[in-house]
Antibody, heavy 119, light 107 residues
Framework: QVQLQESGPGLVRPSQTLSLTCTVS??????????WTWIRQPPGKGLEWIGY???????QYNPSLMSRLTISIDTSKNQFSLKLRSVTAADTAVYYC????????????WGQGTLVTVS | DIQLTQSPSFLSASVGDRVTITCRAS??????LAWYQQKPGKAPKVLIY???TLQSGVPSRFTGSGSGTEFTLTISSLQPEDFATYYC?????????FGQGTRLEIK
């Protein structure tokens, strides 16, 4: 059973960098069958797709965040990470990591989510 | 960006009812649409992908249909565990986007 777990600081100061890591267990991240994805949800609001990374390092970002965003992958640790620079209160959200199937694109496994507050 | 508009945004129904949620896309997305269920404090769970394919392990009372710009999610007979928020997601083009959500509550 694949499991994903987000980790990182729960509080980030404005203008600083938000850094999160997703650790994947029960399966290899070094697979061409999946896209490793970040999605966020501000408190009480809807879902926003942030972007994904492929095992090869290829990335796709949401243009609304692209200038501040870096997603990276460490296949040796079975982890992928998100860095969002110059954060503001609008970046306060629950951040989810998820696995997306390359065949049909849906996110089939998700982490439990981690709340990051910018204040 | 492709906009997804769900209707209704809020739905009150009873156990055993049949309910339908609609998702309209601002431009054609073929069948690249998924539906998710989210319960409070939990991550979303995929129900349907490719507009009408039931995700493994999801009860058959959930059905999806549509293509192009109009899609529906139908729950044939509501169960207590179905009261949640439902989101559609388009996977046709970047950026991937979600509908605003439909909150399904017990009447």
């Amino acid at each position: 059973q694949v499991q994903l777990q987000e980790s990182g600081p729960g509080l980030v100061r404005p203008s600083q960098t938000l850094s999160l890591t997703c650790t994947v267990s029960g399966g290899s991240i070094n697979s061409g069958d999946y896209y490793w994805t970040w999605i966020r949800q501000p408190p009480g609001k809807g879902l926003e797709w942030i972007g994904y990374i492929y095992y090869s390092g290829t990335t796709q970002y949401n243009p609304s965040l692209m200038s501040r965003l870096t997603i990276s992958i460490d296949t040796s640790k079975n982890q992928f990470s998100l860095k969002l620079r110059s954060v503001t209160a609008a970046d306060t959200a629950v951040y989810y990591c998820a696995r997306a199937l390359r065949s049909d694109w849906q996110q089939d496994y998700w982490g439990q989510g981690t709340l990051v507050t910018v204040s | 960006d492709i906009q997804l508009t769900q209707s209704p945004s809020f739905l009150s129904a009873s156990v055993g009812d049949r309910v339908t949620i609609t998702c309209r896309a601002s431009q054609g997305i073929s069948s690249y649409l998924a539906w998710y269920q989210q319960k409070p404090g939990k991550a979303p769970k995929v129900l349907i992908y490719a507009a009408s394919t039931l995700q493994s392990g999801v009860p058959s009372r959930f059905t999806g249909s549509g293509s192009g710009t109009e899609f529906t999610l139908t729950i044939s007979s509501l169960q207590p565990e179905d009261f949640a928020t439902y989101y559609c997601q388009q996977l046709n083009s970047y950026p991937i986007t979600f509908g605003q959500g439909t909150r399904l509550e017990i009447k």
